[in-house]
């Protein structure tokens, strides 16, 4: 049974003579959300439309064939300079987020993800030239979309008073990121039936996927000019005054090896997610060209248009976002280890009954998709939000932007492995099997990961005066989880 532990008298005692609310009710946040829920969007809008914009280029179903063809080079080095670019801005802009202030850095990196939406979108030229321009622009954009994961999910949680309730406000913030997948496929679509002329035309996908580029460009304009009303923190600016002159973030890990545990647990899990989550890329295509959903099947294999193939993608993307309400609802009682711990969990074991169906009833392709469809809740319950929300309240405010950066990075070196990783067993005599039994043991490491080196967020919360009076100077240690416990909302 979940409850709250009780107030003690010393407790209640502040709690009524202060002028905050009340034990039990919630205070209200210090901030609008509006920022970084925008600048969630604003992530993975650009991230979608991008990869359609790319799509549009190298469709051959409405010209009859590519509108520029695409190089050999350049399917390998798009993706690269993606996870470049992003690697870049959540290590830079994460630090610098600590530095000169949260509103600012944000600034910074929106005026990267404008600059990285508008480069392609005048792209010009033969394939190599175009593409070459892509490729910048993409780097770019990687930097300024890098940049706004930890930005927002610090600015989120500085936002609110109520340190119980910084987990829901985060998570509620990360949400956006959801819509934000669909949006660009809803907009492909929308773009593809209202520029349909009588005769193909090259100006028509010239059109679209300048289009698709240009209007990343809008959600993070708006974040830019929405941040100019915002302010840091007091927490922020009273911790970067009281910290000034005590080292920065090596100088933290050196006196706290704690704090580096933590970022062990955050980084860890991130890190596995996004290797487990790559994989499922490599096998989404076949189990949806089994089913055929969308399309047509002609001699065995499924048929799509650019259209239909928007439709699906958009329709695969909206079966997650009933296991991202779930995680919103669960996350204040749960915690994000417990979301992290349970959800790693689940994934394991669907991961393990996809690999023992495909390789014992390949085909049953309706019993593949009812998995397929109970992975991607569970792909969007978990770890997806745990390892997001977590590193954005576990650490003390003078490095928590470095640190959730870090803890990003470590997610972006997660994919990388996977790309690299699940590709060859795939080709080989394992196959997809192979592939599904990897990312279930993957799951199962990510189970023991968050077990072991993470706390619940409530034991943060209370920790964390503690740590800052020690890394002062001031104290001794920090909190251990038992004594955290006592004087924070806990589970029976």
């Known amino acids: 049974m979940v409850a709250r532990a009780p107030l003690r008298a010393e407790e209640e005692q502040d709690a009524s003579s202060s002028d905050s609310p009340s034990s039990g009710q919630e205070q209200p946040a210090r901030s609008s959300n509006f920022v970084p829920a925008v600048g969630n969007f604003s992530i993975q809008y650009n991230f979608t439309s991008a990869s359609i914009a790319v799509g549009v280029i190298s469709d051959e179903s409405y010209l009859g064939h590519p509108l520029v063809k695409e190089p050999g080079w350049s399917s390998d080095v798009t993706l690269t300079v993606v996870f470049v670019g992003a690697m870049v801005g959540m290590l830079s802009m994460g630090r610098l987020g600590d530095v000169i202030g949260r509103a600012r850095a944000l600034q910074v990196t929106l005026v990267f993800t404008v600059l990285g939406a508008l480069i392609p979108a005048c792209a010009f030229g033969d394939g190599n030239s175009l593409y070459g321009i892509l490729c910048f622009g993409r780097l770019v ?248 929300v977590l590193p954005a309240i576990c650490f003390p405010a003078f490095i928590r932007s470095t640190c959730h950066g870090l803890s990003a990075t470590g997610g972006k070196l997660g994919a990388v492995t996977g790309s690299l990783l699940f590709d060859p067993i795939s080709n080989s005599s394992a196959g997809i099997t192979g592939v599904l039994w990897v990312q279930a043991v993957t799951c199962a490491l990510g189970v023991a990961v968050a077990q072991l080196l993470q706390k619940h967020d409530w034991e943060y919360s209370a920790a964390e005066s503690i740590a800052d009076q020690s890394l002062l100077g001031t104290g001794t240690d920090l909190v251990s989880p038992s004594s955290a416990v006592e004087v924070s909302p806990r589970l029976h």
């Open 141 to 388: 954009l990687g930097i300024g979309v890098g940049g706004i994961y930890p930005l927002s999910a610090v600015h989120s949680a500085e936002g609110c008073d109520d340190h119980a309730g910084r987990g829901k406000r985060v998570a509620q913030a990360f949400f956006f990121q959801s819509v934000g997948v669909i949006a660009p496929y809803v907009v492909c679509m929308l773009l593809l039936a209202v520029l349909k002329p009588a005769t193909p035309a090259d100006w028509v996908p010239q059109l679209q996927f300048r289009l698709l580029f240009a209007l990343g460009a809008v959600p993070a304009a708006v974040v830019f000019f929405a941040s100019l009303r915002e302010k840091d923190s007091p927490e922020y600016t009273q911790d970067q005054d009281q910290h000034s002159g005590h080292g920065g973030v090596a100088e933290s890990f050196r006196k706290h090896p704690e704090l580096l545990r933590t970022l062990a647990g955050t980084a860890g899990t991130w890190f596995l997610f996004d290797v487990a989550f790559y994989g499922t890329s490599i096998f989404t295509p076949q189990i949806l060209d089994a089913v055929c959903l969308y399309g047509r099947v002609v001699d065995g294999k499924c048929q799509q248009s650019l259209f239909e193939t928007a439709e699906l993608s958009a329709l695969v993307s909206v079966m997650g976002i009933p296991g991202s309400v779930c995680a919103i609802l669960l996350v204040p009682e749960w915690g994000s280890k417990r979301l992290n711990v349970y959800g790693f969990a689940a994934l394991s074991v669907v991961f393990a009954l996809m690999a023992i169906t495909m390789q014992n009833a390949p085909g049953q392709h309706g019993l593949l998709f009812v998995l397929f469809c109970v992975l991607r809740f569970f792909l969007n319950f978990g770890p997806n939000l745990g390892t997001y």
